[in-house]
C-alpha cells in the first residue's frame, strides 16, 4: 500500500505486516505516507461517452456479466436453494454457529479455502450493491437483474443473523490456520468451524462499519423491491454504526485468529467515515454528512493520498463518495471546503492510476506493467485492478452529469504538479483495465475464468480442484486431498466460471499452477465490482454496434477511425 499524508508519516500503529488469505504469509510494509434498480432509487451516473476505439478484438460484455455472477454461487457457503446452477457444489457448513449457540450458516467463502472472513464479505456485498446502484438499470437490460440481487441478498441474509445483538457482530466462522492444513471440498470439511465475534469488551470498528456500509448499500438496491427488507437492512445498518462508532478498536485486536488472513493494516477510520457515507445515501440524514466533514482531519479522510482500494484500504472510496455529493450539490455551505478538500485527494487516485501526478515523488503514480496493468503489488494484484476500474468509471459518470459540468473544465479531474484528464479519458482509463482483464493482454489470456478462448485452468480452489461430491460422495480426508487432487498437473474438473483470479505480475508474465496461489487464487471481491461494469460496458456497445448498423455504407467506409473495433 503506497500512501502519504499531508503533513506526516502514517502512524506505526497502522505500519505492520500483511498476510494475504488462502495462501503463505506475505509480508506487506505499508509505506509512511442507480438505478435505480427499481424505480424510485438513484439515477445510474452515465458513461461519459462512447468506448474508446482499439485494434483488439470486441470483446462480449454479456457473457462476461453473465459469468461473473455463476461465481457467487460457487463461493455458497450453507444450504444451496433448488435454483442454484453450479452444479458442482452442494450443501456445506450446515453446523455453522452451532457450538456458539448462534445460527451463522450461509454466507460466502471468500476465496479457495473455507473460511467465512465477515470484513471482506462485506466489502464484498458493498461493492455488488453499489455496482447496482450505478449500473442497475443496465443489469435489468441483460437480463441478470434477478440473479444480482441473489448474489446481495446471500451475504445480506448472513449479515443479518451474524448480527446476533446490536453490540455483538459475528466476524469470522472457521480458523485460517487449520483450513489450510487440508484439502477438502467443503462439503467434507473436517477442519474447526470456531465462530469468532466483535463486541463491546472485544470491539472491532472495521469489520462492524463495513458491514454498516454493506447493509446500506443493499437496502437502497431493495428499497422498491422489496421495501420491508430493505428496511431491516438498514435497522441493522444503524445499529451497526453505532457500535463500531460508540466501542472503538481494530477487530484483528479483537479476534487474533484474522491477523495472519485479513488483518485490518489501514485501521478502522476509514471504515467509520464509509459507512457514514453509505448511511447519508441511504437515510438522507445530514447527521451523518455533519460525521463525515467533521472527522474529515482526524480520521485521516482529507490527509491520505491513497494509491490502492481494497476490502482494507477504503480512503479512495470515501474520497470518492464524498465528492459525489460536491459534484451533486448535496450538501451545504458549511460543507463545501471539506468536500473540496476530499475531492483533490479523490483526484489524487484517479490521477495516480491514470500515471499523471506530476508532483509527490515516486510514490505519487501506480505502477503499470508493459501491458498496461495497473499494478499494485504480487499477491492477488487483480482485486486492485477491478476496483480501480469501478472508481474511475463510477468518478467519471459523477464529473459527466454534475451541475457544473457544462463546460469540459468542469467535467476533469486536476493532478498533482498541474495537469489533469477529462472525464472522457478518465472513462478511457476504466475500460483498459477492464479489456485488460478479459484478455487485451500480452498473454491473450482472460483473467475472468471461462470467459473467452484461454484463461486459468488450474485456479486455487479446493471445490474446484477435486471430483464434484454430486458425483462422487466418497469423503475425501484433509490429507488425501493434497495427494490425490492438489498434486495433478492437469486443469480443474470443475471450471469456477466467474472468478477472477490473482493475475499476472509487474512483467505481465503468468504461470497457471494450481500451487501458485499469489496468482490463481481468486476471491469474491476481485469480481464484485466487475458485475456493473460489464453491465454497463455492454450497454454501450450494443448502442455502438446499433448506431454502426444504421449508418450508411458509404459513410462506413469513408473515414479509416471506421475500421477500428471500439473495444481493447
Not at 51 to 56: D, I, T, V
Not at 137 to 162: P, R
Request: overall charge negative; charged content about 20%.
Amino acid at each position: 500500500m503506497r500512501i502519504t499524508r499531508t503533513g506526516g508519516a502514517m502512524s506505526a500503529a497502522a505500519a505492520g505486516l500483511w498476510l494475504r488469505p488462502g495462501q503463505l504469509a506475505v509480508a506487506v510494509l505499508l509505506a509512511s505516507a442507480a438505478l435505480s434498480l427499481v424505480a424510485g432509487a438513484e439515477s445510474p451516473a452515465p458513461a461519459p461517452g462512447p468506448l474508446p476505439a482499439s485494434s483488439q478484438p470486441r470483446h462480449d460484455y454479456e457473457d462476461a456479466l453473465h459469468k461473473s455472477l455463476l461465481y457467487f454461487e460457487a463461493q455458497r457457503s450453507g444450504r444451496l436453494p433448488h435454483g442454484q446452477r453450479v452444479a458442482w457444489r452442494d450443501h456445506s457448513g450446515l453446523t455453522d454457529g452451532l457450538e456458539q449457540g448462534v445460527d451463522l450458516v450461509g454466507g460466502y467463502y471468500d476465496a479457495g479455502d473455507h473460511v467465512k472472513f465477515g470484513l471482506p464479505m462485506a466489502f464484498t456485498v458493498t461493492m455488488l450493491s453499489w455496482s447496482l446502484l450505478e449500473y442497475g438499470a443496465d443489469v435489468a437490460d441483460a437480463g441478470e437483474l434477478a440473479h444480482a440481487l441473489e448474489s446481495i441478498k446471500w451475504g445480506a441474509d448472513y449479515f443479518i443473523k451474524a448480527h446476533t445483538k446490536p453490540h455483538e457482530l459475528w466476524a469470522e466462522v472457521g480458523d485460517g490456520d487449520t483450513d489450510h492444513y487440508c484439502w477438502q471440498r467443503p462439503e467434507d470439511m473436517t477442519t474447526s468451524r470456531q465462530a469468532y465475534k466483535v463486541d463491546r469488551e472485544r470491539p472491532g470498528s472495521d469489520v462492524a462499519g463495513e458491514t454498516a456500509a454493506a447493509m446500506a448499500a443493499a437496502s437502497m438496491v431493495f428499497r422498491e423491491h422489496n421495501p420491508h427488507y430493505a428496511s431491516l437492512l438498514l435497522h441493522h445498518a444503524l445499529q451497526l454504526f453505532e457500535f463500531a462508532d460508540t466501542y472503538r478498536g481494530k477487530y484483528d485486536s479483537s479476534i487474533a485468529e484474522v491477523k495472519s488472513y485479513y488483518a485490518s493494516v489501514s485501521g478502522y477510520h476509514d471504515e467509520l467515515l464509509w459507512a457514514a457515507l453509505w448511511l447519508h445515501r441511504a437515510t438522507g440524514r445530514p447527521e451523518f454528512l455533519d460525521y463525515v466533514v467533521d472527522n474529515a482531519h482526524a480520521f485521516g479522510g482529507t490527509g491520505w493520498a491513497i494509491t490502492e482500494f481494497s476490502w482494507d484500504v477504503k480512503y479512495a472510496g470515501v474520497q470518492i463518495l464524498a465528492s459525489r455529493l460536491l459534484l451533486n450539490g448535496e450538501h451545504s455551505p458549511r460543507h463545501r471546503e471539506t468536500l473540496e478538500q476530499y475531492r483533490s485527494k479523490a483526484e489524487h487516485y484517479v490521477c495516480a492510476c491514470m500515471g499523471r501526478n506530476a508532483a509527490g515523488g515516486a510514490d505519487a503514480n501506480v505502477e503499470r506493467s508493459p501491458g498496461g496493468m495497473i499494478y499494485i503489488r504480487q499477491w492477488n494484484n487483480m482485486q486492485y485492478v477491478t476496483s480501480a476500474a469501478f472508481l474511475l468509471s463510477a468518478y467519471s459518470g459523477y464529473l459527466s452529469s454534475s451541475s457544473g459540468a457544462s463546460s469540459a473544465a468542469a467535467a476533469a479531474v486536476t493532478c498533482a504538479g498541474g495537469g489533469g484528464a477529462s472525464a472522457g479519458e478518465v472513462f478511457a482509463a476504466a475500460v483498459s483495465q477492464v479489456d485488460y482483464v478479459l484478455g487485451s493482454n500480452p498473454r491473450g489470456m482472460s483473467y475472468l475464468v471461462g470467459y473467452g478462448a484461454r484463461y486459468p485452468a488450474r485456479v486455487h480452489h479446493r471445490a474446484a480442484s477435486i471430483v464434484p461430491y454430486k458425483h462422487s460422495k466418497e469423503f475425501i480426508g484433509c490429507a488425501q486431498g493434497f495427494d490425490d487432487w492438489f498434486v495433478r498437473k492437469g486443469a480443474n474438473p470443475n471450471v469456477v466460471v466467474g472468478a477472477i483470479v490473482g493475475g499476472p505480475d509487474r512483467r505481465d508474465r503468468f504461470r497457471d499452477h494450481r500451487d501458485n496461489y499469489m496468482q490463481t487464487e481468486a476471491c469474491t471481491y476481485n469480481t464484485a465490482p466487475m458485475v456493473g461494469m460489464f453491465a454497463m460496458l455492454n450497454r454501450l456497445a450494443r448502442a455502438e454496434s446499433a448506431a454502426a448498423a444504421a449508418q450508411p455504407a458509404s459513410a462506413a467506409t469513408s473515414s479509416p477511425a471506421a475500421d477500428q473495433s471500439v473495444n481493447r
